[in-house]
């Protein structure tokens, strides 16, 4: 069964510095999010893209973070410059088309910053 | 405003029973709602769906009930497993497709 995939599942890294997540979807998803679980907290909504360009993004997701998709499998999303409060749970998650609404998610990236 | 949250963030059960997980949204407006399991260390893993126009879906073991007009959403979980133990999330699909999550109900069953 096709499944979401994401690398690395773990990351340390220093305040202030930059940081990738990448996520493979689902090959024939055409709708691509992120979103970010504080450790005990519900599952927040970070950004939505679709059709090579962001769709909807939350308030957390300000100017340090950008998504991209480099190519037709990858879907990333970069913190240019990591903070103490960006540590949580990272998860991509990808779905069909329009008629079909359900998400599926990745197992998700733990971010540790220091 | 949207949020979605649950009534019970904790549920001991025994092996064998049912479980009933609650949840309440406030965005009388959404017509999908989904819940998710989520066990330590994972992403949230897809239960059953239900759309606006649904009151009941029952997938395995499983039954999701919508009541709009009190806008409240439940899961039953029949003959409740050791493996069902996780965090359960109610999510709300919204316009455009974001989903807004619940707090999370954590289901522990006892054997």
């Known amino acids: 069964e096709p499944e979401v995939t994401q690398t690395p599942s773990h990351q340390v890294t220093q305040m202030g510095q930059e940081v990738i997540l990448r996520c493979v979807p689902i090959s024939n998803h055409l709708y691509f999010y992120w979103y970010r679980q504080i450790l005990g907290q519900k599952v927040e909504f970070l950004v939505s893209?679709?059709?090579?360009?962001?769709?909807?993004k939350s308030e957390i997701f300000d100017d340090q973070f950008s998504v991209e998709r480099p190519d037709g499998s990858n879907f990333t999303l970069k913190i240019r410059s990591t903070k103490l409060e960006d540590s949580a749970m990272y998860f991509c998650?990808?779905?069909?088309?329009?008629?079909?609404?359900?998400?599926?998610f990745g197992p998700g990236t733990r971010l540790l910053v220091l | 405003g949207e949020s979605v949250g649950l009534h019970l963030p904790t549920l001991s059960v025994q092996e064998g029973d049912n479980s009933i997980i609650n949840c309440a949204y406030s965005?009388?407006?959404?017509?999908?709602f989904i819940w998710y399991k989520q066990e330590s260390g994972k992403g949230p893993q897809f239960i059953i769906d239900i759309r606006s126009n649904m009151d009941k879906r029952q997938g395995q073991r499983v039954t999701v009930l919508l009541n709009k007009t009190v806008k409240h959403l439940s899961l039953q979980i029949a003959a409740t497993q050791p493996g069902d133990s996780a965090v359960y999330f109610c999510a709300e699909n919204m316009r455009g497709g974001k989903l807004i999550f619940g707090q999370g109900t954590e289901l522990s069953v006892k054997p």
């Open positions: 998650a990808s779905r069909n088309n329009v008629g079909e609404k359900t998400q599926y």
């Open positions: 965005n009388s407006a959404s017509d999908y």
């Open positions: 893209f679709y059709n090579n360009e962001i769709s909807e």
